[in-house]
């Protein structure tokens, strides 16, 4: 039996990738190379249609991050995080990957019972937000008992293949409670080690760098990150190797 691949994807192009190589899911967002944003209204609209449009409703997952930086938030920032979950549930995303901490650094249980309330049947995944906590099991079993669905880690660590003793007691543990997908820094050479640890799924974004047009002063770098079709491809194929 397999494990799991999700993609991180930042435009329709990149569903669009996913879907024909046949990835599990996706996960919708944008400026990855902050760690990921909320993606917009229109992006996320035609997202669904695609994946629809082929069968997969249970396709695309919707990061809800109102800024970069840490995750602690503010009245305005959740009500923002609120609105978000609401427009992504009312497009038709399978789920919402989000993350609220405290100041002191736990789950900011408050927060995510909002957020688990205000997505309905909505798939709830706790991001990376966990690997910022200090005891990271107890974490993970508040996010049990608040009907979260899977939770994404590196396992503390940069790399998810440096974080897999923490990824492998977290699968322990929470298994059939809590899915954990391995997510930072995945390489498909990892994806082995990842499975035979437990984890559930894998997460990576199968970026590629491009040249685009100058885009002058104001307009930043000329480059921008496409998904790699040969990286999931070998992605899936890792991955469907027994554990």
């Given at each position: 039996m397999g494990i799991a691949v999700e993609i991180a994807v930042q435009d329709l192009a990149g569903v669009r990738v996913a879907l024909a190589e046949g990835a599990d899911r996706v996960e919708l967002c944008s400026a990855?190379?902050?760690g990921g944003l909320t993606p917009s209204a229109a992006l996320i609209s035609a997202?669904?249609?695609?994946?629809r449009?082929?069968?997969r409703d249970r396709f695309v997952q919707v990061l809800v991050r109102p800024r970069g930086g840490g995750f602690l938030y503010d009245?305005?920032?959740?009500?923002?995080?609120?609105?978000?979950?609401?427009?992504a549930r009312e497009a038709g995303a399978a789920g919402v990957v989000v993350g609220a901490l405290t100041e002191d650094g736990g789950v900011d249980t408050e927060a995510l019972e909002r957020i688990v309330a205000e997505a309905g049947p909505l798939q709830v995944t706790f991001h990376r937000a966990l690997d910022a906590v200090?005891?990271?099991?107890?974490?993970?079993?508040?996010?049990?008992?608040?009907?979260?669905?899977r939770v994404l880690s590196s396992g503390g660590a940069a790399r998810s293949i440096d974080g897999i003793h923490l990824l492998r007691a977290l699968s322990e543990r929470f298994s059939g409670q809590l899915e954990v997908m391995a997510g930072g820094g995945v390489r498909v050479v990892d994806i082995r080690a990842l499975a035979r640890a437990g984890v559930d799924a894998v997460h990576l974004s199968a970026r590629d760098t491009v040249r685009g047009t100058p885009s002058g002063p104001g307009g930043g770098d000329a480059a921008y990150d496409i998904t790699d079709p040969a990286t999931v491809r070998a992605a899936l194929s890792a991955a469907s190797?027994?554990?």
């Open positions: 990855l190379g902050m997202a669904v249609a695609e994946a449009a082929q069968g009245a305005d920032e959740l009500a923002l995080t609120l609105g978000d979950v609401r427009f200090e005891h990271p099991l107890d974490a993970a079993g508040v996010l049990v008992q608040l009907g979260v669905t190797l027994i554990r």
